[in-house]
């Protein structure tokens, strides 16, 4: 262990000219808990990258399911049109989100339906209302889960009342859709390497379901990026990720649940651990959570991509863990 917090003091000290790392892989997750894509490039919207975590599955009680409880979702794989990530692209009629699972018949999401406006959507402690994508979509996931279920859309229309804003404490004015809590998560390939070192069987980068994989820096250099400009792109790192108990040891090629990469984190990435003040025996974390600066105005994040091979510049660290938003 004593390699670990060693590796740590590597990470903070003053900005360069020098980039800090390079953008390795983008993934995006265009229905909350299901298989994520990785794709070369990805553009900025006000609420993330575009297309993730636009839909998500929802019980009869309009409540989020989850891999917590449906580990399942994790074997369902969405693809999108081809040319759906780039900037000026814009869907018709003809454009279809296509849904797999294991022992069913194709799904086609169109993408430019009218769906009915439902009440009494939920994640965490959001409460509002989003579109139906309907029957069909409804039966598929109901049958696929053994258990009434319906896929809605977070409704982008300028029309739309409802905003789901992120958690003021740490950033204040910025969305999301159906993320967990942030619309970016950042994590280095330097963090899983370490990670992997000290696992009896390494594990891939999907157990984290990251947005953005960078290498090139000291394992967990991320934890204090504090301001950063990717490509000349603002990102704030605003709170490092605490991690459930549950969704990072789930196999997200057969849906099984282990034990780990949980049992080796509460060594080495707990509060105690990483001396911080808020002292939460049950909180791992693994990855930071980013807004984007530019994504607070449609005329600032107009046209702007995120690509495979986009340097990161650090502008400012937090000092230590202690200092770091969690």
């Known amino acids: 262990m004593d390699k670990l917090f060693s590796l740590f003091s590597t990470s903070t000290g003053r900005s360069s000219s020098a980039p800090a790392a390079t953008v390795t ?51 369902v794989e969405p693809e999108l049109p081809p040319d759906a990530l780039d900037v000026n692209w814009m869907p018709s009629d003809s454009s279809y989100m296509v849904l797999r699972a294991p022992d069913m018949d194709p799904l086609k999401v169109c993408l430019t339906r009218a769906c009915n406006v439902v009440d009494g959507i939920s994640v965490w402690e959001w409460v509002g209302s989003a579109l139906d994508v309907g029957d069909e979509a409804s039966k598929w996931f109901t049958k696929y889960l053994g258990k009434p279920s319906r896929l809605v859309r977070f409704d982008t229309s300028i029309a739309a009342l409802e905003s789901r804003f992120v958690d003021p404490d740490y950033a204040q004015g910025y969305t999301a859709m159906f993320s967990d809590g942030f619309p970016y998560l950042v994590i280095s390939q330097g963090s899983l390497d370490l990670l992997n070192e000290l696992l009896k069987e390494p594990l891939p980068i999907n157990r984290f379901r990251p947005n953005i994989l960078v290498d090139g820096c000291a ?47 509460m060594k080495f990435r707990t509060d105690k651990a990483l001396k911080r003040e808020k002292i939460n025996k049950a909180k791992v974390y693994f990855g930071m959570n980013f807004v984007c600066a530019e994504s607070l105005s449609a005329s600032t994040m107009k046209g702007k991509v995120v690509k495979i091979g986009d340097p990161i510049h650090v502008l400012q660290r937090y000092a230590s863990h202690a200092d770091a938003a969690a």
Not at 43 to 54: K, L, V
Not at 235 to 244: D, M, Q
Request: aromatic residues 8%; charged residues 20%.
């Open 25 to 75: 892989s983008i993934f995006i997750y265009p229905i909350k808990s299901c298989r994520g894509i990785s794709v070369p490039q990805a553009p900025i919207t006000s609420t993330g990258f575009r297309w993730d975590r636009q839909w998500m599955v929802v019980n009869s009680n309009g409540r989020a399911l989850t891999q917590r409880v449906e580990p399942k979702l994790a074997l």
């Open 219 to 265: 394992p967990f250099s991320e934890d204090l990026w504090k301001v950063t400009k990717l490509n000349n792109i603002a990102f704030h790192g605003v709170k490092l990720c605490s991690r459930c108990k549950k969704v990072p040891t789930i196999n997200q090629e057969s849906g099984i649940a282990g034990t780990e990469p949980t049992e080796t984190l």
